[in-house]
């Protein structure tokens, strides 16, 4: 049984978790979840016979599917059906003397968050353009395989309501991840402790918030072909550019979705408390429902600006859901 408890009491406090068998290890948490092994995820047969085990998990199923060759620890390399590496995504490779010049040797005033794959950073790179430089955590190999899908999803998506992936660094043991700056940072930013001298969000906006981030999912949904399911739909991972549209970021949990005639894919159980789909959370049993489960939980959030989790209200309204309905 999952247990949705909050363990974060305060600020910023709902963090992404792993729900499998006991061990914690840095903001990812975990509990025991229905019957999944720990470390053991499998697809269904999404169609192209495709099974996929803890070694060979997201990031294996869209080398398979799309054709990506792999070389080293995460550099991946899109090749076109003859088996050319292509240029399609966009997304380029930086050094990381690059990355280091583009953000002063990733000084403190460049920080502008911290979230649970490491910190990100403000940056000038030398074209001029501003960009967001993630810099993952050296916390082990699930960080590596968040880095890898998290290239490959955004390689391969492309919506005006998804951020845009401008490169990454695979240098030696660091991996980082250059974004399109989003200068109004998170719509979390914006609904939660704010200053006093900050405006809270106008109904307007939070309309357009809400459709922009509903456009993204369906582009994930509808579009994409296999399917993707994001996993990761929260306001912290909703980020707005200067006029409030909304591009969803962080990739890294995302998965293809099923195909034909399956309903689900079965995978360890991840995500972030509060968000979570409570039928995937207790059977890992992963749908496409499951993202609309966490994007009612934001609507929730545009409309009450409280947050899905908030250890600083009393016993029974801790919990956004369980308080409004
Ligand atoms: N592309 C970006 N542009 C501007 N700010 C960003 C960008 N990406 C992330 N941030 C800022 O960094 C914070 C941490 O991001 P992230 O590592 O994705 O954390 P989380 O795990 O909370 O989603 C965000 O809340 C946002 O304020
Ligand atoms: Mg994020």
Known sequence: ????????????????????????????????????????EESGDNGKGIRSTAKSCECWELIRVFNVSVNG?????????????????????FTFRELAAAT?????????????????????LETGEVVAIKQLDHDGVQGFKEFLVEVLMLSLLHHSNLVTLIGYCTDGDQRLLVYEYMPMGSL?????????????????????????????????????????????????????????????????????????DNTHVSTRVMGTYGYCAPEYAMSGKLTLKSDIYSFGVVLLELITGRRAIDCSKKQGEQNLVSWVC
């Open 188 to 260: 979390e930013d914006h609904l939660f402790d704010l200053d006093p001298n900050k405006e809270p969000l106008n109904w307007n906006t939070r309309i357009k918030v809400a459709v922009g981030a509903a456009r993204g999912l369906e582009h994930l949904h509808c579009k994409a072909d296999p399917p993707v399911i994001y996993r990761d739909l929260k306001s912290a991972n909703i980020l707005l550019d200067n006029d409030f549209n909304p591009k969803l970021s962080d990739f890294g949990l995302a998965k293809l979705g099923p195909v034909g």
């Open 1 to 40: 049984m999952v247990c949705f408890s909050c363990f974060s009491p305060g600020g910023k406090g709902v963090r992404r978790i792993e729900i499998e068998n006991g061990t914690r290890s840095g903001s990812r948490h975990s509990a025991d979840s229905a019957g999944s092994g720990r470390g053991k």
């Open 73 to 93: 620890k995460g550099k991946a390399t899109l090749n076109d059906t003859k088996g050319n590496s292509t240029r399609s995504s966009g997304a380029r490779s």
């Open 104 to 124: 002063r040797g990733f000084r403190e005033v460049n920080l502008i968050g911290e979230g649970g794959f490491g910190r990100v950073y403000k940056g000038r």
